[in-house]
């Protein structure tokens, strides 16, 4: 299975520190996506990186993708108490005309003020 | 608004039932996905209709039946449903090109089913 995993399963931090999230696959991939979701909320896409990319940034979240580990990080800095959600990382492989995106059971980040 | 609507947000249904969830994209994408969402698991690709291609998920039961009638809706048709499909059933989207490596997904906020 190419199941993207996320460790630790629930964080708990203090606003203003940051957030680590980590995730290992089994599996090539060419593309591994992070989401969030607030409870209730369906999913909402923070960033994509490429297997032929090593680190993206995008305000305060910073991605890297180590394709020779197997594994993603997402940093989420200066934390908020509106970053309280679940992070899911998610492995794509292109096959045919279909982006199949498989996701992690995800990481409950709770971020106290 | 998320440009993906999902309707209805709360659905109770017995196991004899017939009902149907439908899903609305307004953001001009060409492929559409059915996501189940259980407590404790990975969410789960139940179908995709993408560039006129349809993929299923062959461990989805055919209880569940998808129709994509345009590129702009796509509903999931349910019928002798079981306990055990009570979950959060997703619908997403996203724009597709055959050269491409991955796009993001859009998601609605999902319908809740329970199934009595």
């Known amino acids: 299975s190419q199941q993207g995993e996320e460790d630790p399963q629930a964080l708990s931090i203090q606003e203003g520190e940051n957030a680590t999230m980590n995730c290992s696959y089994k599996?090539?991939?060419?593309?591994l996506q992070w989401y969030r979701q607030n409870s209730g909320r369906g999913l909402v896409h923070l960033i994509l990186?490429?297997?032929?990319?090593r680190e993206k940034h995008s305000g305060r979240l910073r991605v890297t993708l180590d394709t020779s580990k197997k594994s993603s990080s997402l940093l989420i800095t200066a934390s908020r108490a509106a970053d309280t959600a679940s992070y899911f990382c998610?492995?794509?492989?292109?096959?045919?005309?279909?982006?199949?995106?498989?996701f992690g059971t995800g990481t409950l980040l709770a971020v106290q003020p | 608004e998320t440009g993906v609507t999902q309707t209805p947000r709360h659905l109770v249904m017995g196991m004899t039932n017939k009902k149907s969830l439908k899903c609305e994209q307004h953001?001009?994408?060409?492929?559409m996905y059915w996501y189940k969402q259980s407590a404790k698991k990975p969410l789960e690709l139940m179908f995709v209709?993408?560039?006129?291609?349809?993929?299923e998920n062959n461990s989805v039961p055919s209880r569940f039946s998808p129709e994509c009638p345009n590129s702009s809706h796509l509903f999931l048709h349910l019928h002798t449903l079981q306990p055990e499909d009570s979950a959060l059933y997703l619908c997403?989207?996203?724009?597709?090109?055959?050269?491409?490596?991955?796009?993001?997904?859009?998601f609605g906020n999902g319908t809740r089913l329970t199934v009595t």
């Open positions: 997403a989207s996203s724009q597709e090109r055959r050269e491409s490596l991955g796009s993001p997904l859009h």
């Open positions: 599996t090539s991939i060419n593309n």
């Open positions: 209709y993408s560039l006129e291609e349809r993929v």
């Open positions: 990186i490429r297997s032929n990319e």
């Open positions: 998610a492995t794509g492989r292109y096959g045919g005309a279909t982006n199949k995106l498989i």
């Open positions: 953001l001009g994408h060409n492929a």
